[in-house]
DNA sequence: CTGTTAGCGCCTTCAG
DNA sequence: CTGAAGGCGCTAACAG
């Protein structure tokens, strides 16, 4: 069992390197940044052999100050537990690979204090840029960001006040095309739940879209005087998974109506839940409360394409989390290089992935 | 649609705030570091308000330049979409909190390549001490860490040459504890699934628990004249998740030991996942293969405890992992301040969390 | 081609 | 109690 020793020997300096290879710290540092077509041969090898036998690695911290940029960007995230965010983090990291930056990940775990702090933390730290996925609160602590301050790029949730680029699903369509798929199977009850969503755009847009496609079907049905189609019923249900006691209220509140529609018209009642973590909330409920042959009383699926929706076979909106990721990375990059322009909004599309849940 | 301007106005400098408030830097800097009963009542106040009026916030970098210390810890993961390092995680970044670090979150992905990067990144921006949980792989890039280098602590897995304190679940005892449920519950033929263990320690530990818990068991029943218990027998199946060929042909082996079982002494047969991403692999395949009535077929039971988990009915035994971050951290930061101690190993207790797949 | 000189923003002696 | 001066490790003009 041997010792560790803590008494770091102070890495080799610039200086040190300088006196070693017997010049001045400018051709080092020259040699560290490639200008390496200004130093005689004889030099450029000195230079080499001595970082080698110091084991020197330039202070990055250093150079930051000196420079003026650190290619530090910070990235915060609401929620790690939620596998969106990474699978977002890992577009972002491809990106931040190949332009040359380091991603400093900043984990809110859903609480606006760590949030406020962490943006705080960026700060000081000068990163370059920001990539936010905001818990959406409208927070003072975001000020600091865009206009004029840090370079800041959302991802997936628009915030009050920070009026900056976006990058995202293309939620209207991506829940539109899943209504519609629902009604196509034959299901004219449709559940469409999600969490409190006044605060985040993106819930808000899902929602809306969800009601605008269900009202669409249903004047179509009323304007179809032969009256083949029934008319179908949609509702919003808001589940706050940051509350148990109106979880279990709401589960119980769902439960009476998937009963009501098995014993009444026969059908199955479709849940549309508007993201994963919702989505994992019903499905667990629904298989204690009824079983593992849950599905035959009820229809899930939802919005993300979480690991277990091929296991439980429900069917899914993926939504393209790398390009998502990698894009803000992108558009970060440009203005951190410069780039004026309006504020700009990528809406990427999603994948309707069809399984056993929604079959008639 | 408003234009972000990017031209960041230069923050606030010490000097400025010196300046504003008709002072030298020295007493900034004092009231910055909390030195606040050194200054008078007055001069106080004068720079509150000008720290104030030009927004200012201190310089991390320049900061860590003059101290020598910048409070940045790194944290390496392997693989974030492991949920066992998601909830690592947690627990690092509480205890962070609490002990005043910025925790660096670099992302492996399972590449060696990316490792070596982040490992050297890390050297660079001067961390003041590492949380590894590495591939596995024997690196030369670990090098600068432990033993007269940046401090560092393991999660999880031991790295070969790399001498360090070591935090992680008591495998040993984990997969005993799991390995005996399943003998009590009166399978007796079971299949142990691990990836490629040669070279991960928790793997080769789990794995040689497994074994010894089967070979006392056999020894047991031999010994037992009477004759009462059947003799258990128990393999181990390596299963590389890294290559989809291999994957498909392990599967199909065990498909066929599971007819067997079946067709044979009709009992179940046992399978025993080393860890989520196994369990993963193989629910999806039975799930697949056999149907949504898969577990009537095979047992499933899993070291780690996914969120699928309870959907699926799996028995389980679930990690300490908020426990592993928070100690993590915890012994980092004592050496970190200089203690000097034969490197440590914290073994923390698992949980079996008995569900319905493992029921007779 | 090469070295000298000034800082980047901050902290820390060391004298007032 | 307060401030001036020097330096952390590095880069960027300037001169040679």
Redesign the pocket.
């Known amino acids: 069992m041997s010792y560790m020793r803590t008494g770091a020997p102070?890495r080799a300096?610039?200086?040190d390197v300088a006196r070693e290879a017997g010049?001045?710290?400018?051709?080092v540092?020259?040699y560290?940044?490639g200008e390496t077509?200004?130093?005689?041969l004889?030099?450029r090898e000195r230079i080499e052999a001595a970082i080698k036998r110091l084991d020197y690695q330039?202070?990055q911290m250093?150079?930051g100050?000196?420079?003026?940029r650190n290619r530090l960007i910070g990235m915060l995230v609401a929620d790690l537990t939620n596998p969106y965010t990474v699978e977002v983090l890992q577009g972002v990291e491809a990106a931040c690979q190949a332009l040359g930056y380091m991603p400093l990940i900043c984990h809110a775990a859903n609480e606006v204090e760590m949030e406020r702090r962490f943006l705080q933390l960026l700060t000081t730290y000068r990163v370059e840029g920001v990539i936010v996925n905001a818990l959406g609160v409208k927070d003072e602590a975001l000020k600091p960001l865009g206009e004029g301050g840090i370079p800041a790029v959302l991802v997936d949730r628009k915030v009050a006040e920070l009026d900056a680029d976006i990058v995202g699903l293309d939620n209207a369509e991506a829940v539109r095309a899943g209504t519609q798929h629902l009604l196509r199977r034959g299901f004219d009850e449709i559940c469409f739940v999600v969490q409190p969503f006044e605060r985040v755009s993106s819930r808000r847009v899902r929602e809306a879209a969800f009601r605008e496609t269900i009202d669409n079907a249903a004047r179509a049905a009323d304007s179809d005087a032969a009256g083949g189609e029934p008319r179908p019923r949609g509702e919003t249900t808001v589940l706050d998974l940051a509350d148990p006691e109106a979880v279990m209220r709401t589960h119980a509140a769902l439960d009476r109506r998937i009963d009501a529609a098995v014993d009444g018209s026969g059908k199955r009642l479709a849940l549309f839940a508007a993201n994963a973590p919702v989505a994992l909330s019903l499905a667990l409920h629904l298989n204690s409360h009824y079983g593992p042959r849950w599905q035959d009383r009820v229809a899930l699926m939802s919005v993300d394409d979480p690991e277990w929706a091929e296991l439980t076979g429900i069917t899914t909106i993926r939504q393209p989390t790398y390009a998502i990721g990698y894009r803000a990375v992108e558009f970060l990059h440009e203005r951190i290089g410069g780039v004026l322009s309006p504020t700009r909004e990528a809406m990427l599309p999603g994948e309707l992935v069809v399984r056993g849940s929604t079959a008639r």
Request: aromatic share 0%; hydrophobic share 25%; no cysteine.
């Open positions: 102070r300096t610039i200086s010049t001045g710290k400018t051709s540092s020259r560290l940044n077509n200004v130093l005689s004889d030099l330039p202070n250093a150079r100050l000196k420079r003026g």
